[in-house]
C-alpha cells in the first residue's frame, strides 16, 4: 500500500533552535517527493522539490535530505523563525497523475 | 497575478442543502484540482481536470460534481449536502501533471454541514 507518515505529529520548539521533521514513503514506483509548507489558514506552498538522484537541496534556511534507498526524507530548519509556524506536508510522486500526501508535522515555533 | 482564489472562504449548510465552490487561476494552467483535507489525513483528491472542458474523478468523488467550462475556473458542487462532508477544501492548479510540476494552491473554503 502506497503511503506517506510523517513524524513528529507536532513539535514545539523555541526561536532561534534547530529542528527536523521526518518522512517515511513507501511509494512504489518513486518519481519525486516535495515539501510543502502550510501556514495556518491558508494553501500549501511548495518548499523543495527531491527527485531520486537527489540527495540534498536548500532552500534558505530549510535544507531536505532524500535517502531512496531506505525511502526516508527529512526537513531540517536552522535558526526557527516565529514565522516558520506552520504545518510542513511531505508529498511523494509515484507517477503520472499519483501524489500521496502525508498527514503534515505542525510545527510552533515560541519567542 | 491573484494566483488561485476560491470563493466563497467560510460556509455552513444545513444537511440537504446544496452549494457551489469555485476556484479560479490567472496562471493559464492546463490542469486543475480540487482536495478536502480532513483533521489528521493528508489532502484527498475529490477531482480533477487536464484542461477546458474536461474532468474526471479522484480518490474520493462520491457526493461532488465538478464542470470546467472555461480554462481559468473550476466548479466543485455538493447537490445534497452531509455532515461528511464538513470539511476544508482546496483548489490547485499546475502547469502541467501535478507528479511532475508544483501545484499552486488556492487559500481554501471552510465548509461545515449541520
Known amino acids: 500500500k502506497n503511503q506517506v507518515e510523517q513524524s513528529p505529529q507536532s513539535l514545539i520548539i523555541l526561536e532561534g533552535k534547530n529542528c527536523t521533521l521526518q518522512?517515511?514513503?513507501?511509494?512504489?514506483?518513486?518519481?519525486?517527493l516535495r515539501w510543502y509548507k502550510q501556514d495556518t489558514g491558508r494553501g500549501p506552498v511548495s518548499l523543495t522539490i527531491?527527485?531520486?538522484?537527489?540527495n540534498t537541496k536548500s532552500n534558505g534556511r530549510y535544507t531536505a535530505t532524500l535517502d531512496a534507498d531506505t525511502k526516508q526524507s527529512s526537513l531540517h530548519i536552522t535558526a526557527s523563525q516565529l514565522s516558520d509556524s506552520a504545518s510542513y506536508i511531505c508529498v511523494v510522486s509515484g507517477g503520472y497523475n499519483k501524489l500521496i500526501f502525508g498527514a503534515g508535522t505542525r510545527l510552533a515555533v515560541h519567542p | 497575478n491573484a494566483g488561485v482564489t476560491q470563493t466563497p472562504k467560510f460556509r455552513v449548510l444545513k444537511t440537504g442543502q446544496s452549494m457551489t465552490l469555485l476556484c479560479a487561476q490567472d496562471?493559464?494552467?492546463?490542469?486543475m484540482y480540487w482536495y478536502r483535507q480532513d483533521p489528521g489525513m493528508g489532502l484527498r483528491l475529490i477531482h480533477y481536470s487536464v484542461g477546458e472542458g474536461t474532468t474526471a474523478k479522484g480518490e474520493v468523488p462520491d457526493g461532488y460534481n465538478v464542470s470546467r467550462l472555461k480554462k481559468q475556473n473550476f466548479l466543485l458542487g455538493l447537490e445534497s449536502a452531509a455532515p461528511s462532508q464538513t470539511s476544508v477544501y482546496f483548489c490547485?492548479?499546475?502547469?502541467?501533471?501535478?507528479?511532475?510540476?508544483?501545484?499552486?494552491f488556492g487559500p481554501g473554503t471552510r465548509l461545515t454541514v449541520l
Open positions: 496562471m493559464n494552467h492546463e490542469y
Open positions: 518522512c517515511n514513503y513507501t511509494v512504489s514506483p518513486f518519481s519525486n
Open positions: 527531491m527527485t531520486f538522484s537527489e
Open positions: 490547485a492548479s499546475s502547469f502541467n501533471d501535478r507528479s511532475l510540476d508544483e501545484q499552486f
